[in-house]
């Protein structure tokens, strides 16, 4: 059974490889940041070489583009659930 809690993602099925975020993740220079659209996230590249997410309310780093990936499908899940149950 599906979990409904637990917004399933289409790149799960496609593969990270073909997801836009990860290949500008992937891409991202140092000193360069890039928002994510419809959120107030920023995510960038540190001169030290670690990603970080940065927002108003949050900001974590992150030693490679895999975790950085990671946590931001886990924040944009959080953030669609959030609007889903807005809607309601």
């Known amino acids: ?12 099925y496609l593969g990270k490889e073909s997801d836009p975020l990860y290949n500008n ?4 220079k140092v000193n360069q940041s890039i928002q994510i659209p ?33 946590q931001i499908n886990a924040l944009l899940n959080d953030i669609s659930l959030i609007r889903k149950d807005d809607d309601k």
């Open 1 to 12: 059974m599906i979990d409904a809690n637990e917004q399933t993602h289409v790149y799960e």
């Open 25 to 28: 993740i992937l891409h991202l």
């Open 38 to 70: 419809e959120t107030n996230l920023k995510i960038s590249k540190t001169r030290y070489g670690m990603y970080e997410i940065v927002s108003a309310e949050y900001h974590e780093c992150y030693s490679s583009p895999q975790s950085l990936y990671e």
